[in-house]
């Protein structure tokens, strides 16, 4: 039993005219007749007597005709639902990840979020650090991982610490700095230095020199890591990146010697912003995830922020 069967005979019981019930359907009205002869043999007996212009339902036909009635019925109901769940949007979460992160924690992150919510859309947005906080403010994303710092002055963002990376001095293989295990920061007061970004005074080996008192007057710009690695590797200058970060062969680290140079990624959202079940769904996986591999987890005064973050998230 087909169910293009069943359509053209209640079409017909419901219209009591083949011709007009094979307009209905779409159909030729032999193709009509041959369909419902079909389900009758099927069947075991006529269903449909042919009288003048009208038609009328054998015994058959009357007993066949609520259950099939129904089944049409369950069938295009079945049908709405499945056309109406592919038309709904899926419930998307957008963060905004500043390039230099690596993606090795933040994706195992995503990968338990996938598994609270199966249906979410995730779509990352990677950039520069100050970038990244232009797309959160813009509105292109829900919330941002980013190592800039967020100071008390900008009063539209909140900011938690998650985790610590230590920062390294990247070079190409053989150069004179490269012969030690560790370097100093003021080594560098002598090297052409590559920076990421175009705000001068904003980069990250910008504020790492000038925490240390170095001053650099060698200074060449670029707008990616990628652009950076290849113009240190081309011997342009030398460049601080995170110790977490791929860099191509031909390029070695070294740590910075006493204590060492390290910076914070940071959970950034706008305040006041009304939040969603997968950003809260998102920041309290946040608060149970297992930072250590990079060093420092979020504080308990961070996880209890977190906490609180998901919880207006979810209110609203």
């Not at 790492?208 to 007057?217: E, F, I, N, R």
Request: net charge neutral; glycine share 8%; with cysteine.
């Amino acid at each position: 039993m087909e169910f293009y069967q069943i359509r053209y005979f209640v079409a017909v019981c419901e219209l009591k005219n083949f011709t007009r019930a094979a307009e209905r359907c779409h159909v030729s009205q032999p193709a009509l007749t041959r369909a419902i002869h079909s389900l009758e043999t099927e069947l075991g007996g006529a269903l449909i007597i042919r009288g003048g212009k009208e038609t009328r339902l054998t015994p058959l036909g009357e007993l066949v005709l609520p259950t099939l009635t129904d089944m049409l019925k369950l069938t295009q109901d079945a049908n709405m639902a499945a056309r109406h769940h592919r038309a709904e949007p899926r419930p998307r979460l957008r963060m905004a990840v500043d390039g230099s992160v690596g993606p090795d924690l933040p994706t195992r992150l995503l990968a338990r979020l996938a598994k609270v919510l199966p249906k979410v859309e995730i779509e990352v947005v990677v950039g520069t650090a100050i970038g990244t906080i232009d797309h959160l403010i813009a509105g292109d994303a829900d919330m941002a991982l980013s190592c800039q710092a967020i100071g008390d002055s900008d009063r539209r963002l909140n900011a938690v610490p998650l985790f610590r990376e230590q920062m390294m001095l990247v070079m190409p293989d053989g150069h004179r700095l490269a012969e030690k295990s560790a370097v100093r920061v003021d080594d560098l007061a002598d090297e052409p230095l590559i920076v990421v970004g175009r705000d001068e005074g904003q980069s990250e080996a910008e504020q790492v020199l000038k925490a240390h008192g170095v001053a650099v007057h060698d200074l060449h710009r670029c707008d990616s890591d990628t652009w950076a690695q290849s113009m240190i590797s081309a011997r342009l200058g030398l460049g601080i990146m995170p110790e977490q970060q791929m860099i191509p062969p031909g390029l070695i680290k070294r740590p910075f010697s006493g204590a060492g140079v390290w910076r914070s990624v940071s959970l950034i959202t706008v305040r006041q912003r009304p939040g969603t079940i997968e950003v809260g769904a998102l920041v309290r996986e946040m608060a149970r995830f297992d930072w250590t591999m990079r060093n420092a987890g979020p504080s308990v005064v961070a996880a209890l922020e977190m906490e609180r973050m998901a919880e207006t998230a979810m209110r609203t």
